[in-house]
């Protein structure tokens, strides 16, 4: 182990065990706070009651973030305070792209907000281009020396950043951690990393920009709440990006707590696609008889002939009935289903991008953080209490995300007019009309 492991990090260690090396920068830090009825989790915040969680001889542990190695009364942190021991390039950013006019306004505001190290928040609408606008930003931070991370909730999210951002920083060694990467941590000025990855951080980052952050498991998660707090530094700076803030971030706007930018344009300058409904009752049951609405097959045909096309049922249970009625159907077509727990699922989603297959029928893992060019989208049983209306709004922002085909089609087949697919529309439409106020000045 070399000591930069340890550089803003919390190194979970038996206390019987010893450390490969030693040195007076390290610091044993506590992993619980033992209280009379409780027990405080000082890496992931969870408050526990003792009765739950304890173990023989009045030891205790966290039962909320076993999946990163158990904390207990029997462990310590190692720690080194972040040093910021970093060799900078003489290149920084090496992206030769050209920003809108739109996305230079708001990529030199976030940037002022992150030279500031303030707690902001990029309300962007899908397809507005949120990563690119931040380029400016994160090169300043690295060339001051600063230590910075992009974290997502999203493995897939995290699987897009990283080629892109190699590209836009060729000269700086980039970290990608999640839960499946196969490589070793390494000591870099500039992570990318799902959000669980943050609770292994303490004090670590200068800037740190949470992407996707309505996105499940992040939104509503306190222990993840807690460890985004915890790794960045104490006077450290926080970006927030979403094209669906929730009550919690549109509640600190407006008491003044969270500095806000808005782009309610795509990077090509069009409005979102607006969201086309059609009533189809007992779709289910027309599915276990190898059925499916007429309008959805005619309008999936018509898609076919020049497009490619994402369809989204509510459940892993409706993909295989689904794919067996559209494949007796579509005989010419290549297509597949992927979900959360496939095995080939970043694989079968690279097949698509590269053209191997003409569309997928995919759950609502594929809401965000990939981009198709030129699909269109389609979404049977929208109403189904599954899909929240963020949910639906991402799912419609996979559409017209091209400059050459800028519109595309989002059609919604439902069963009732729910709640939460008219919260979707809603949305679309308030950010469709800040869009045209821009346009037309």
């Known amino acids: 182990m070399d000591i930069s492991e340890l550089y803003g990090r919390r190194v979970l260690c038996p206390q019987i065990d010893r450390l490969p090396i030693e040195s007076q920068q390290i610091q044993t830090l506590p992993t619980l706070k033992v209280g009379k009825k409780t027990i405080t989790c000082l890496r992931c915040g ?11 001889n009045r030891q205790y542990y966290c039962p909320q973030c076993v999946t990163l190695g158990r904390v207990s009364t029997l462990d310590k942190f190692y720690h080194v305070p972040e040093p910021n021991q970093f060799e900078i390039p003489d290149r920084i950013l090496t992206w030769m792209g050209q920003l809108s006019s739109l996305q230079t306004r708001v990529s030199t505001m976030v940037k002022e907000r992150m030279d500031q ?36 909730p999203r493995v897939d999210v995290c699987l897009e950043l990283y080629p892109r951002l190699q590209a836009a920083f060729a000269d700086f060694p980039i970290a990608l951690l999640h839960g499946r990467a196969p490589q070793g941590y390494k000591y870099r000025q500039l992570t990318i990393c799902t959000t669980h990855q943050l609770l292994r951080f303490y004090h670590a980052f200068d800037n740190l920009i949470i992407d996707e952050v309505d996105s499940f498991p992040y939104a509503a998660n306190s222990a993840l709440l807690f460890a985004t707090k915890q790794a960045v530094k104490e006077n450290g700076g926080i970006l927030f990006m979403t094209a669906t803030p929730g009550k919690e971030l549109v509640s600190q706007i407006n008491k003044k707590k969270l500095m806000v930018s808005y782009l309610p344009l795509r990077y090509h300058g069009n409005l979102l696609p607006q969201i086309k409904l059609f009533l189809t009752f007992d779709w289910r049951k027309q599915l276990q008889r190898r059925r499916l609405p007429n309008r959805l097959l005619n309008e999936l045909k018509k898609t076919l002939v020049n497009h490619c096309c994402l369809l989204f049922v ?62 269109d989208v389609f979404v049977l049983g929208a109403d189904d209490q599954v899909f929240s209306s963020s949910a639906l709004v991402q799912i419609a922002g996979r559409a017209g995300r091209s400059a050459s085909r800028p519109t595309g089609k989002v059609m919604f087949w439902i069963q009732s007019y729910s709640r939460q697919v008219r919260e979707a529309q809603r949305q679309i439409a308030y950010m469709n009309r800040k869009g045209r106020r821009l346009l037309h000045g």
Not at 46 to 55: D, I, L, R
Not at 131 to 143: N, S
Request: proline share 5%.
């Open 46 to 56: 969870t408050v526990t009651n003792k009765g739950v969680t304890e173990m023989p």
């Open 117 to 152: 190290h303030c707690h902001q928040l990029l309300w962007a609408v899908t397809g507005a281009g949120k990563t690119e606008m931040i380029f400016a930003g994160v090169a300043a931070a690295l060339k001051r020396g600063e230590r910075v991370a992009i974290a997502s």
């Open 314 to 375: 509510p459940h892993v249970s409706d993909l295989q009935p689904t794919f067996l009625c559209l494949q007796k159907i579509l005989t010419d077509k290549k297509f597949t289903t992927v979900h959360a727990a496939d095995p080939k699922r970043l694989e079968k989603v690279q097949q698509m991008r590269e053209g191997k297959y003409e569309f997928l029928i995919t759950t609502s893992i594929l809401e965000r953080g990939v981009t198709f060019p030129e699909i």
